[in-house]
């Protein structure tokens, strides 16, 4: 069991979801996000997703986009993520990396896996890597005992969700809708129906991700869901503030409205 | 080896392709692959696109002599294969035939595409317009830019034109947001794609839309006597090169050639060579090789052909050249337009640019192998979307009066 699995397991205990929220390391500048993330874990966070910017991220947004390419402009590596997985460990809080695979493959998965073990990181999640094609990655994270972080989304043929259910440890990633990250007026139906049918098909955790960006849309989906990932709605106030300083006070607003909607308080 | 290297089925070709999408495309990925399976197999899918070769972009391409350029290469003799001549002005109609005609099988409305220097994007447009399917390209807004006579071609056509924004405003972010609008909208839209990369089944299809090239003019040389010494294209992403190499895989005595855009140099690092500068890596969907930073980022290419002018490379093509069944080379800017005068010049035909970096290897090809040596070119496009470039880099455009 990791950090983030015994963690999740207390907060289902304790009868309520748990907020995941979603930074990209880099921005505003490295030492801005990792003082952001501990921030975030200070205001209520569960669990924090570490983001590796990525030259193409075609699963995002305009938002993480945005920060993205600002991290990737001013010079962020891939080997920073394992410093903002340390910091947020040592705040206290489990951390999981998400990165596209290229960068991954190419800083080698078994290295991947070993500096993010010794980072004290839980595991990863690869939006654009499933379980089929990612038997060289399940294979470094298992050998470190690292969660391997699959997706599911609302297309997932019965099929496929069973194999990527299987192959997934830590909590399967419920993609709440057929589109790419960002902030949403609501979320939809198919959330529900997908965490059901990854719970049918055996998971036992199941974190639902993609346009949550208000405390009552994070309450009707701590509802059904064992979790809530906030990615875009974390970044936008780090984007929009003319100071970083003024980013991580907003932030930490916006993550309070989020942790209290998990507890059924928004 | 006995076994055919023809017709590839992917999804892997060595350790190169696959399939590397998040899992909201999965299962458009997977129906697009059952339907193809189906249609590929299928008499009446075979005859409707034969019928719309041979009816409307007009097919079978002819093959041209060309004994004044062929002075400059050796003195070897040289033919085109005219895919400049089809409907739309390149091999890229092949493709699109195909798809689009795919595309309603699968009972879906609507068709994206990505484009660099516009003509996958133009000859999608034309088969939407065709066939009645709504039509969205992403374009770079450079590219736009750059491009502005495409633009209008395709509004003419009625497809929406989306200038892309995000990352380096190219053809890579143009295919980025045709992604990102796929799987928002994947239960109308069926993703058109360009080139013989990306992930499976693209890389198999797209390259067996292609394949009419090889077949034709593997039996239009050998009715003129005998097989070519060698086979030589342009390789962008690889469509036109692939599409002509494959019904040649299998002929060894056949030397295979895939001309990649040099740009400056590729000891410049301002290149768009993917298997002679770049590494092995994932981008946008297959395995390949990719010009990247150690950290995986994608880097910028450069090329003075915005068709050739991306950073990664046909998985088919990877394969090959592990292989060493086809051999790779980076042309530069300069030689190809070189090239591309010279071929103007010595037979009035305007090439495309990057068809261009196939003549120029043909320059170097004729001069190594010698008189005897008969040489296959895929000219996989025209020139007329390149006569302001090259009218700039001639110094050929009127002076501006002010």
Known sequence: MTALSDRLAEIKAEGRAALIGYLPVGYPSVKGSIAAMVAMVEAGVDAVEVGIPYSDPVLDGPVIQRAAEAALASGTRVSDAFLAVRAVVDAGAPAVVMSYYNPMLQYGLERFATDLAAAGGSGGITPDLTPDVGEAWIAAATARGLDRIFLVAPSSTPERLHMTVAAT???VYAASLMGVTGERTAVGGAAERLVARARDAGAPAVCVGLGVSTGAQAAQVAAYADGVIVGSAFVRPLLDAAEPEAGIEALKVKVAELAAGVRGRA | MTDSLQAAPGPFFGEFGGRFVPEALMAALDELTDAYEKARIDPSFREELDRLGRDYSGRPSIVTEIPRFARHCGGARVFLKREDLNHTGSHKINNVLGQALLTKRIGKS???????AGQHGVATATAAALMDLECTVYMGQEDTERQALNVARMRLLGATVVPVLSGSRTLKDAINEAYRDWVANVDTTNYVFGTAAGPHPFPAMVRDFQRVIGVEARAQMLARGALPDAVIACVGGGSNAIGIFDAFLDDASVRLVGCEAAGDGVETGRHASAISGGRPGVLHGSQSYVLQDADGQTQPSHSISAG????GVGPQHAWLAALGRAEYWAITDAEAMEAFRLLCRTEGIIPAIESAHALAGAMKLGV??????????????RGDKDV???????????????
């Open chain 1, 169 to 171: 440890t830590g909590f």
């Open chain 2, 388 to 402: 302001e470039t090259a009218g700039k880099y001639f110094a050929l455009l009127p002076e501006p009066t002010s």
């Open chain 2, 110 to 116: 609507r068709v994206i595409a990505e484009t660099g």
């Open chain 2, 368 to 381: 190594e192998l010698g008189s005897s040596a008969t040489i296959l070119v895929n000219l996989s496009g």
């Open chain 2, 308 to 311: 050739l002018d991306y950073p």
